[in-house]
């Protein structure tokens, strides 16, 4: 992508917002530093990340703020996820097929049988 075309794109990002062109320099600095870092084949993470640059250039976040939302997002993963080995425990004792479960909640049968706490 070249320069213009970055511009533009950051433009089209902020819409009406209040920006000085500082700061659109500096957002699609740190979109071509994203594109790098992330590289091809990423769809959502590079959409994310750059969302965050554009919002800490803005002074919409900081990086104290962005590090707490992430940390509240492991958690909620976290207990997402102790949920549902709770499920598949019920579920297993319930002698739910363990081929169909693994299928359906997109794991391999040795990760709901570890989750269980069986071995295989």
Excluded: C
């Amino acid at each position: 992508m070249d320069r213009e075309e970055r511009i533009r794109g950051v433009q089209a990002w902020l819409g009406p917002a209040e920006h000085t062109n500082d700061q659109v320099e500096r957002i699609a600095d740190a979109w071509d530093a994203i594109d790098a870092a992330y590289g091809d084949g990423d769809e959502t993470g590079p959409a994310e990340a750059a969302s965050g640059a554009g919002a800490f250039i803005l002074g919409d976040t900081t990086v104290q703020d962005a590090a707490e939302q992430w940390k509240r997002a492991q958690q909620a993963a976290a207990d997402a996820q102790d949920y549902l080995r709770g499920v598949i425990i019920a579920a297993l004792d319930d002698d739910a097929n363990v081929t169909r479960l693994a299928e359906e909640v997109g794991v391999t049968r040795k990760t709901l049988y570890q989750w269980a706490g069986h071995s295989y």
